[in-house]
């Protein structure tokens, strides 16, 4: 089958989510209420051809005078009147009337303007539905519109303003359209997120749902894609997986716990209340790599960089000097207004840039916090971030707050998404007189024996974090199940003639 | 660079380096199409977008179109015209200066101001312009 004439529309992203581009000659509509951002998406398609793709394009405009059009793209860098002064752009300022009139025209003087450059992009804005001359279907009115553009072979974007009061309705446009784009701007708590979606579109494949955008000064469009849109199969299935390397933790004893380190791509989740030592564990796996010359990325949601840099400090590690030689990309974004597809692409980007062998997040909490647990958003979210770091065979590390003190009934609390990782350590507080003391249990180690044993562990200040290799006083003796009563029940007995019978 | 004044004086000598413009529908004829500088729409749009009768817009295009300010096709049969402002002819400099000028609500009325004396004085005499009002204007062509 011949591969189809994408036209790249040269926005940041949105190839990405139409896999490559809008076929050539399709007719674009870009739905969208007021401020949806549908002008600069269009102005930006036309900039962007005749800029980096040498397609020169038409802007026709019906309420927007060109001067301030002109001013507005001025604003994210692009000169439109240099393109106009070089033959690559057109602005024509005309009425609805005329242009519908004018396509009817076997001689339109509008489409004899667009040849005269060689224009092979077109971008109208400000179309509302559109009314018959002689009184006929809005439907059939646009449909011969779109004749007009095709005879052209015009790929034409077509901005219609749009009330979505019911999201149900279709407007007859839409039905003629080759590609739909359509716009939004949705409340979120008392902040907005802009999003896009592409409805439909004739010809290709594109990625399904509403992926987030913004406006960025300075630049135009930057559309992120749907963090749960499943990426190619191929990405994952070229991830090669080392059965026999190991990643040491740098935590003094737990390699023996883990049978030498984690595997080279798991996922380990470092699950304890706050305090519990997570944050000094996720160091030290930073500080082991940067003493190996192996690049390490740590991402940190709750403290600012200034304060992780203090924190390492406090337990001995040289955090700064790392960064200096290229060997930690420290990385934060506070959590306020979280836009989760904005934030993936900047994780993937920084992946792809930067190349980590080693990762840590600190902490998953705080993305449960934000995208909410009753929704599939951070399951959806946490799976595509395994599967991009296992892609790109970085061992990563993840921390994640329980908020129970002493024990925990349940390792991920309401963010059930234990089955997606390899490893589990809990971290664990144990009241012994009136001091609370380190534990730590390996949990879940994936393709690995463990002995689910709990370790005690202490944290020197200046020295950091290290598995005590005593065993903890009162180790019960290994004895079998039928030796005990009220398995189940979480509360186990010995029976009284298995104690009676032991030797002294 | 400090803006030079625009004194009626300054104006009336710009308007007769540029020449044609004699009417205030003709100025602002020029504004709309500084604006819009390829506008593709029938006469009688036009003149509801510049707020002058249909004849008076009629008179003051073909003043544009025949000094060469501005172009429109001159075989065509659809009753939308397109009008392209032809800003690179020899007055471009002078033209550039009144249109800049003209783009403020003060500049365009000190202008207009300018035009109606001159069309009272063709019409009864000479009369003597009023050298007191005098507007800012950024340098150059």
């Excluded at chain 1, 009817?104 to 971008?123: H, K, P, T, Y």
């Excluded at chain 2, 749009?45 to 001159?74: H, M, N, W």
Aim: net charge neutral; with cysteine; hydrophobic share 40%.
């Amino acid at each position: 089958m011949p591969e189809p004439d994408l036209v790249k529309t040269g926005i940041k992203g949105l190839d990405n989510v139409l896999f490559g581009g809008i076929p050539r000659g399709n007719i674009i509509l870009v739905a969208g209420t007021a401020g949806t951002g549908k002008t600069t998406l269009g102005v930006e398609f036309v900039y962007r051809g005749a800029r980096e793709f040498d397609e020169p394009g038409v802007i026709v405009l019906f309420e927007v005078a060109p001067d301030k059009l002109i001013r507005d793209a001025a604003l994210f860098g692009w000169d439109l009147r240099e393109l106009e002064r070089d033959r690559r752009l057109k602005i024509v300022f005309t009425t609805r009337q005329v242009f519908q009139q004018e396509l009817l025209q076997a001689d339109s003087v509008l489409l004899a303007e667009a040849a005269e450059i060689g224009a092979r992009r077109l971008f109208v804005d400000g179309l509302v539905r559109l009314g018959e001359p002689n009184g006929g279907e809005p439907r059939e009115a646009f449909h011969l519109l779109a004749e007009g553009l095709h005879r052209e072979n015009l790929t034409a974007m077509l901005a219609l303003e749009s009330t979505f009061a019911d999201p149900a309705a279709r407007a007859p446009e839409e039905f003629v359209a080759d590609t739909i784009l359509k716009l939004s701007i949705e409340p979120v708590q008392r902040a907005v997120l802009r999003s896009l979606e592409v409805v439909k579109s004739r010809g290709h494949e594109y990625a399904l749902g509403r992926h987030s955008f913004r406006i960025v000064n300075g630049q135009g469009l930057e559309v992120y894609r749907r963090v749960q849109a499943p990426r190619s199969l191929q990405r994952e299935v070229g991830a090669a997986f080392d059965a026999t390397s190991r990643v040491a933790t740098g935590i003094p004893g737990l390699d023996e716990l883990v049978n030498g380190g984690y595997f080279v791509a798991s996922t380990t989740l470092v699950v304890g209340i706050s305090g519990a030592g997570k944050s000094v564990m996720a160091l030290q796996y930073i500080a082991e790599g940067a003493r190996r010359g192996e690049r390490s990325l740590m991402i940190t949601l709750d403290e600012p960089p200034a304060q992780v840099l203090r924190n390492a400090q406090s337990i001995g590690i040289d955090l700064q000097s790392a960064i200096d030689k290229g060997l930690v990309h420290l990385w934060y974004e506070p959590p306020q207004e979280f836009e989760i597809d904005r934030h993936f692409a900047q994780i993937e980007a920084i992946v792809e840039r930067f190349k980590p062998q080693r990762a840590v997040i600190d902490s998953l909490s705080t993305y449960g916090s934000s995208l909410g647990a009753t929704e599939r958003s951070f399951r959806d979210f946490f799976h595509a971030i395994v599967a991009l770091m296992k892609e790109h065979q970085i061992t990563a590390v993840y921390n994640h707050e329980n908020p129970e003190m002493l024990g925990m009934s349940s390792m991920m609390g309401e963010f059930k998404v234990s089955s997606l990782v390899d490893n589990i350590i809990l971290m664990n507080w144990v009241e012994l007189g009136d001091t609370f003391r380190h534990a730590l249990t390996v949990a879940k180690m994936r393709a690995m024996p463990t002995s689910r044993t709990t370790h005690e562990c202490e944290i020197v200040n200046g020295q950091g974090m290290k598995v005590l290799t005593r065993p903890l006083a009162g180790a019960l003796p290994v004895v079998p199940f039928a030796s005990y009563l009220g398995l189940l029940s979480r509360a186990p007995e010995r029976r009284a003639s298995q104690v009676a019978g032991e030797a002294p | 660079m400090k803006p030079k004044r625009m004194t009626p004086k300054r104006i009336a000598n710009l308007l007769d380096r540029i020449g044609c413009v004699r009417h205030p529908c003709d100025l602002d004829l020029l504004l709309f199409f500084y604006r819009h500088p390829r506008a593709f729409l029938i006469s009688e749009r036009l003149a509801v977008y510049v707020g002058y009768d249909l004849p008076q817009v009629t008179q003051s295009l073909e003043t544009l179109i025949t000094a060469g300010l501005l172009q429109r096709p001159k075989d065509s049969t659809h009753p939308a015209r397109l009008y392209v402002l032809e800003p690179r002819t020899a007055l471009g400099g002078w033209l550039s200066l009144l249109l800049r000028f003209a783009d403020t609500r003060e500049g365009r009325l000190a202008v207009i101001h300018v035009l109606k004396q001159r069309q009272s004085s063709a019409s009864s005499g000479y009369k003597s312009l009023d050298l007191s009002r005098t507007l800012d204007v950024s340098p150059g062509g």
